[in-house]
């Protein structure tokens, strides 16, 4: 059976839909517009009456309401004409201020609400997905929108005002004369909508192509010493450029369009003007209708068909934010896959039992990992992971912390399933040193502190002692306010490695994992960590992955993978008398036999 696809809303209303709590500053700022509007227009009404007054005197429109002199009349419309004057600014400031305000407050709760979404997500979709195409998205396209808020959103409002006021006027004084405004009106608005969706592509294509050059340059900011090393610089500034230079075809493709516009929709309303101008005039002249009223025509022509020459900036501007737009709301409706479960979790209380039970798991378009894995390991205890390259060692870490969600199979933490946990709750009670340590722009400090950001300074120090870091640190310029820079590149790897080890110690979780957390380090210091993990391991389960073997040696059990099977457990010397994967791995690295792949 086929089924129809669902039509998404036009962006608009999903812009709208997506922000309810707008709705009373949405409705502000439109009165405003409209006011203001209604007051703007007011002038050739003014303009008429005046011309009118000078030309039948005692017998003018308003001697007809009871101002009879002359000079009364000409009194009275210029202090009404100066009260229309204050209302048409007070209303302009007015718009103004709330169509900003709208702007910024829609821009920050749609970026803070896409950012949000994007924490959610599970770790497949970063990982399918380009770092610099998400930013062109929570920064350029948000702007984007902003930019359509403050001043394009007014504009077509108050164009349909005054196409609806003004028409309805001119259709009541001279019907006969405002058909010759009326016919190009049709035209134009045909021909604006055949543009908006020639438009709306091309803009598509503009905002992808940003995403493109956005993701070119944050991969080569963030890799800038990969391409130095390899003297690349040559190679990815020819790749800049043909990224920068799509970017600019698709943006001139869409500017050929949009400067058309204007110019064909001249010539439209300098016919109705002509038209009014002659018919309007040769009536007038013979008495057919009021000179004050031909007056009016002329000048309100003019305000009725002349702000249709900017539809086309208006659409360009719009189809611009609403492709902006659409990209934020795609982002936004990407479905979460990982819920968090009810059942809350108080870190000091949790034991630390932890269970996989006939866990099956395979990465996206990958063949199948773990096939009916099963794992138990004690409160309390510290347990190493080892294995070859690929068998799964890190993956335990993921599915633990549930970055990915199980294909079948339950992971228990105290016997309840995580599945079943709230999310938040089983992080906290998860302490983490990955082996590809991240380090945020900041301080020391700032970075230790991230484990607990309530700690103390001596808590922060005392984690850095136990993690073998507070040596160093007391040798950098400003100790513990040194700035590591991003990504810690001012630091070496054993170095951003052991102030990651100190996070993990300060944020006290009952479970530790540490994963290939002494790679970086040599021997001198990962003998010194191996000290500090004597007392750290106290009182909690801890999981230790490594390939260097010598880091799980003293672990209470430990547990050999190859192709997500545990082939062999036990404890080193256990293990080493087997004579199996285990002990050809310690061989390896002890330097007895010649080295193979692990």
């Known amino acids: 059976m086929t089924f129809l696809k669902r039509k998404k809303p036009i962006p608009i209303i999903r812009l709208l839909d997506s922000q309810p709590k707008q709705k009373n500053l949405i409705i502000a700022a439109i009165s405003c517009s409209v006011l203001n509007k209604l007051f703007d227009l007011a002038p050739p009404v003014l303009i008429g009456i005046s011309v009118d007054i000078v030309v039948r005197k005692e017998n003018s429109w308003m001697a007809s309401i009871g101002f009879e002199s002359v000079p009364t009349q000409l009194t009275f419309l210029a202090v009404f004409s100066f009260l229309i004057w204050t209302l048409e600014s007070f209303f302009e400031y007015l718009y103004g201020l709330l169509w900003r305000n709208l702007a910024q407050t829609t821009q920050h709760n749609l970026r803070v609400k896409a950012y949000s979404h994007l924490q959610k997500l599970q770790m497949s979709f970063f990982e399918n997905d380009s770092s610099g195409r998400l930013m062109s998205i929570l920064n350029e396209d948000i702007n984007q929108l902003e930019r ?14 005054t196409v609806l006021l003004v028409g309805t006027a001119m259709a009541i004084l001279a019907p006969g004369i405002a058909i010759f405004s009326f016919i190009p009106i049709p035209l134009i608005l045909i021909g604006s909508i055949n543009f908006q969706k020639t438009l709306a592509p091309r803009y598509k294509e503009v905002r992808n192509k940003a995403g493109n050059l956005s993701s070119r340059l944050n991969n080569n900011l963030a890799g800038m010493l990969t ?18 230079n799509e970017y600019q075809k698709s943006n001139i493709k869409a500017i050929k369009l949009s400067a058309a516009f204007i110019p064909l929709i001249r010539f439209a309303i300098l016919f109705a003007f002509l038209a009014i101008l002659l018919v309007g005039g040769y009536q007038a002249w013979k008495g057919q209708i009021e000179i004050g009223t031909y007056s009016f025509l002329v000048f309100i022509t003019q305000r009725l068909l002349w702000p249709l020459t ?5 659409l360009d501007e719009y189809q611009r934010s609403m492709a902006s737009t659409n990209r934020v709301l795609d982002l936004m409706d990407t479905p979460i896959t990982i819920s968090s479960g009810a059942k809350r979790l108080i870190p000091n209380k949790v034991k630390g039992k932890i269970e996989f039970i006939d866990v099956y798991f395979k990465y996206d378009d990958r063949e199948p990992l773990l096939k009916g894995f099963n794992l ?10 080892v294995g070859p390259t690929g068998s799964g060692k890190s993956t335990l870490v993921k599915l633990l912390l549930r970055l990915y969600t199980l294909n079948r199979g339950d992971i228990q933490l105290d016997g309840i399933s995580i599945a079943d946990t709230n999310l938040i709750d089983l992080r906290k009670c998860i302490a983490l040193v990955s082996q590809e340590v991240y380090l945020f722009h900041g301080t020391v400090e700032e970075n230790i502190a991230y484990g607990n950001q309530k700690a103390s300074f001596k808590e922060i ?3 850095a002692e136990l993690s073998e870091a507070a040596e160093f640190i007391g040798k950098l310029p400003q100790g513990y306010k040194t700035i590591v820079g991003e990504r810690g590149q001012k630091l070496s790897g054993g ?35 191996q000290r500090s993990l004597k007392k750290i391991t106290s009182n909690r389960t801890t999981l230790v992955i490594a390939h260097r073997l010598s880091t799980v040696k003293n672990a209470d059990e430990i547990i050999v993978l190859e192709q997500g099977l545990i082939k062999e457990k036990g404890t080193h010397l256990s293990l080493l008398d087997k004579k199996g994967l285990y002990s050809d791995l310690w061989k390896v690295q002890a330097g007895n036999v010649p080295n193979k792949k692990i």
């Not at 359509?148 to 005002?161: E, K, M, R």
């Not at 138990?376 to 992971?385: L, M, N, R």
Request: hydrophobic content about 45%.
């Open 148 to 161: 359509f808020l403050d001043h394009g959103a007014n504009q077509i409002l108050q164009l349909l005002v």
């Open 227 to 244: 391409i130095k090393s390899f003297a690349n610089e040559l190679w990815e500034l020819k790749r800049v450029e043909s990224d920068s």
């Open 310 to 314: 900017t539809l086309g900036h208006v």
């Open 376 to 385: 138990s390991i004690k409160e309390g205890s510290t347990v190493g992971v």
């Open 461 to 463: 120090i005392k984690a």
């Open 495 to 529: 170095q951003c490695q052991r102030i990651a080890l100190a996070r993990a110690i300060l944020k006290d979780a009952p479970i530790l994992i540490l994963d290939e957390a002494t790679a970086s380090v040599d021997n001198e210091t990962e003998a010194a960590i």
